[in-house]
């Protein structure tokens, strides 16, 4: 935190003037500091109301984090990145959960959970960085590399959601978790409402919590597919170097994208 100097301050103005307004400012400096920390400080879960269902599956990203739940009465609740290690040995599908959270439109912002005995709490992120959830096999951390190129058509359960309320995708009743651009998915929207057929091509992680797709093409049939408005996949370094990968396929989005840089 910045010092500062308030009889010199104070000799720049015009005395009892000058005075008043350094200490203004050591006082708005520190009101400053106090709202910033007050906004990167988690909120106390006990202050938020509680919400109870059972858990039907894990939310997927398709580079295989879990960040999220969705609930058998069709709930998508969200929780922080670095929780999802601790929530994933916590929870499990089938499990009843006690959540305290606060809602954000279509979706649940926890701020813990609880379960079987055990409560994840959001405490912030840990010293160090946040943690990643186990990936593919449970052995690895998920890496943007890891995956392939998938495709998937069904029937739409539900429409998914971002944190922030966004629409970003849809679960088919299969399982499958489809992950689109808010753009794209807002307008696709009626694609992606309960009952209708959706189909996708893209690139995606299928493990032991689940599978998920991140679209580069939809449709509703693998005939009648459009372009999405997403940046091309990242390529897989070469085996036992960091040199990125040979090129994507012609057709691929990422055929056409820059090489990744070397670090």
Known sequence: MKIVDVKALAGRGRGARGLLLA????LGAGGALAVAQGRNAPRDPASMPEFRGRVAQYSLTPVGDVDGLILADGTEVHFPPHLGEDVQRAVHP????????????????A???????TTVTDKGPPAGGPRRPPGPGGSKPADPALGRD??????????LHGPAG?????LLENGTMIHLPPRDASRLADLLKPGQT??????????AVGRAIDARQAGPSMDRL??????????????????????AAA???AAAAPRPPVR
Not at 100 to 108: A, S
């Open 198 to 207: 959706l189909a996708v091509k893209g690139w995606g992680l299928e493990n």
């Open 111 to 117: 701020g813990s959970i609880a379960a079987n005995g």
């Open 251 to 253: 057709g691929d989005p």
């Open 94 to 109: 089938g499990d009843e959960v006690v959540i305290r959270g606060e809602r954000n439109g279509p979706v649940l912002l």
């Open 23 to 26: 200490a203004a400012l050591v």
């Open 166 to 170: 966004e629409l970003n995708g849809a």
């Open 226 to 247: 459009v372009q999405l408005s997403v940046p091309p996949r990242p390529l897989p370094p070469v085996a036992g170097t960091d040199e990125p990968g040979a090129p």
């Open 150 to 159: 998938m495709d998937a058509a069904g029937v739409v359960k539900m429409a």
